[in-house]
């Protein structure tokens, strides 16, 4: 275009994008390292308060005004820190912060590894499971339950072997009574779509020996619930051991053809 001028000046640098750039471009400006804030209000920090309760070791340990309370920290080297500011009056304890905050998370970081995190562990089974197996998975069951964790145990039943289900059910009414003392049964057997599950959680350690009274009448509903449970485990081991049986006497009875040719020799 005539007139108009070839040597046109460029924009500094990051002046064409949207909104503008910083002016001579580059890195923005070191505005220093954030500071985090201490959890407790500490020596200067602590203001509005007229007087205060005063703990701590080896110090004159009452009420006193807040200036004197701040002075007689100073005078021995340590922090005057705020732990309860909802008091009347608030309590400061004189102390060293650092190795108050240290001790602070010390005991922290104990009660959270006491803490047991409740997980929830599952065992699969066929409705054919034979003996080893069921003995594999019992073992794992145990420790389990003994590490405070809750098992789900369920039967997976593939294609047609949903006709099995009464088999699914026995296998693992059986397993919950081999694990009796290990654990208590939360839910019974329960078909859901091609899966029979069962719940079992951990038994709880009696913290001391139960005294009963002889005129006194059992009104525990659970307990008694428990029992019917104990009764139908029985039953079903005793189904489950004569099917077994049963299943072992047609693998040795002989065969039909073989009976005709004993009896021509």
Known sequence: MAGAPFNKPRPPFGGSRPGGG???GGRPPFRGRV?????????SRIFGLTQVRVVGENVEQGIFPFEEALRMAQDIGLDLVEISASADPPVCRIVDYKKFLYDLKKKQKEIKAKQSVVELKEIRFGPNT???DLNFKLAHAKKFLAEGHKVKA???FRGRSIVFKERGEILLL????DLEEHGVVESMPKLEGKRMMMFIIPKKKKQGREVSHPNQ???NTRGHAQDEDKVRCKKAVQADRHWRDQAQARVQEPH?????EEAQA
């Open 154 to 156: 369920f039967v997976f």
């Open 22 to 24: 910083r002016p001579g």
């Open 130 to 132: 034979d003996e080893h």
């Open 217 to 219: 009448t059992p009104t």
């Open 35 to 43: 500071r985090k804030e201490d959890p407790h209000r500490i020596n």
């Open 256 to 260: 039909p053809y073989q009976e005709g």
């Open 174 to 177: 059986k397993f919950a009574q």
